[in-house]
């Protein structure tokens, strides 16, 4: 599914990594436990829906080699946070909208998940 697609659908704000390459994703993985993350064995074209908004996610995302966060529950990214994604040449995005609700929409939509 192309970029603007998903974010229109959860009507989603990128807030960092607009002049990324175009992120096109193919499964959807939606975690709160960045432990569960470090199990992604294939994380290309992966978008990542949680509602854990700090440092630990992006350097987890960045082991995990997860190019593509979706920030659920109207969660706020910090500068900090903004600037090793930017290092890391990774999509952040915010939404207001719970996990719940983008998981289904995004299933909906033809989404698969990753597990």
């Known amino acids: 599914m192309k970029r603007e697609e998903f974010l ?3 009507k989603g704000k990128v807030v960092s990594g607009a002049d990324c390459e175009e992120q096109d ?3 959807v993985f939606a975690s709160d436990l960045m ?5 992604i064995k294939n994380a290309d ?9 700090n440092m630990q996610t ?3 995302c960045e082991m995990a080699e997860v190019k593509v ?3 659920v529950r109207g ?6 946070m ?26 909906q939509a033809g989404l698969p998940p990753l597990y």
């Open 8 to 10: 229109r659908l959860i």
């Open 25 to 27: 994703v193919e499964h």
């Open 35 to 39: 432990s569960d993350v470090l199990t």
């Open 45 to 53: 074209n992966l978008l990542l829906i949680t509602g854990l908004c």
């Open 58 to 60: 992006i350097r987890t």
């Open 69 to 71: 966060i979706l920030f």
């Open 75 to 80: 969660k706020k990214v910090t500068e900090e």
């Open 82 to 107: 903004k600037e090793l994604a930017e290092e890391n040449e990774m999509l952040l995005i915010e939404t207001d909208y719970s996990m719940y609700r983008c998981s289904g929409i995004l299933y």
